[in-house]
T-cell receptor, first 112, second 115 residues
C-alpha cells in the first residue's frame, strides 16, 4: 500500500541506451513531479504535471520526456543516456499545486 | 546559484539534547519554507513548515524558526532521539502564482543522535 511507488529502484545501463522509470501514486493527488538529486545532494525539480498537463519543465534536456497517461502515473523516459545523467531520481505527488510533496523512495540511475 | 543552503553537512548530538539545524536562503521571493527528513533508501518525508507571516511554528518536539531579515531559518529538535538520525533538507518556495509546488532544496544536513 505504498503511497508513491517508483520502479525500478536501481538502474544500471550503458551510455547511449534508452531507459524508463515508472511512477504511480495511490493518494488521489492531482499533481506529480520528477526531482533529480545530483552528486552534490541537491534535489532539483525537473517536471511537474497537474491533471496530466505539463506545468513545469525546468530546462531539462529534451532527451528526458515525461509521460502522464493518467493522474496516478507519471513516467520518465530518457533517451541516449549520458554519464552525467547518473543520479537519484525521485517521483513525488501533491494534492494540489501548492501543497507539500509526498516522495517515492527514489531510483538510483548509474550510467556506465 | 544555490538559493537555499545548508552550510553544515553533518551534526552530531547526544540523545536528550537539542539539535539545531540551520538553513539560509537568498531569494527574497520565497515565502513558504519546509523541512523534510530522509532515511537511507527512502524518499524525503515532510516534517514541518512555516509561512513567512510567522516567525515560529511548533509541532511536538520540532520547532522551526524563521528570521526573514536575515534570510535564515532553523529547525530545533528537543529532546533529540536516536530515531531522529537522518538527513534533513530545508526547502523553500514562492507561494501561489506560477510556482506550482516547485520546491528549491538545500543540500541536506546529516543528523546523528547518539544514545
Amino acid at each position: 500500500d505504498t503511497a508513491v511507488s517508483q520502479t525500478p529502484k536501481y538502474l544500471v545501463t550503458q551510455m547511449g541506451n534508452d531507459k524508463s522509470i515508472k511512477c504511480e501514486q495511490n493518494l488521489g493527488h492531482d499533481t506529480m513531479y520528477w526531482y533529480k538529486q545530483d552528486s552534490k545532494k541537491f534535489l532539483k525539480i525537473m517536471f511537474s504535471y497537474n491533471n496530466k498537463e505539463l506545468i513545469i519543465n525546468e530546462t531539462v534536456p529534451n532527451r528526458f520526456s515525461p509521460k502522464s497517461p493518467d493522474k496516478a502515473h507519471l513516467n520518465l523516459h530518457i533517451n541516449s543516456l549520458e554519464l552525467g545523467d547518473s543520479a537519484v531520481y525521485f517521483c513525488a505527488s501533491s494534492p494540489s499545486l501548492d501543497e507539500k510533496l509526498f516522495f517515492g523512495s527514489g531510483t538510483q540511475l548509474s550510467v556506465l | 546559484d544555490q538559493q537555499v543552503k545548508q552550510n553544515s553537512p553533518s551534526l552530531s548530538v547526544q540523545e536528550g539534547r537539542i539539535s539545531i539545524l540551520n538553513c539560509d536562503y537568498t531569494n527574497s521571493m520565497f515565502d513558504y519554507f519546509l523541512w523534510y527528513k530522509k532515511y537511507p533508501a527512502e524518499g524525503p518525508t515532510f516534517l514541518i513548515s512555516i509561512s513567512s507571516i510567522k516567525d515560529k511554528n511548533e509541532d511536538g518536539r520540532f520547532t522551526v524558526f524563521l528570521n526573514k531579515s536575515a534570510k535564515h531559518l532553523s529547525l530545533h529538535i528537543v529532546p533529540s532521539q536516536p530515531g531522529d538520525s537522518a538527513v534533513y533538507f530545508c526547502a523553500a518556495k514562492v507561494a501561489g502564482g506560477t510556482s506550482y509546488g516547485k520546491l528549491t532544496f538545500g543540500q541536506g544536513t546529516i543528523l546523528t543522535v547518539h544514545p
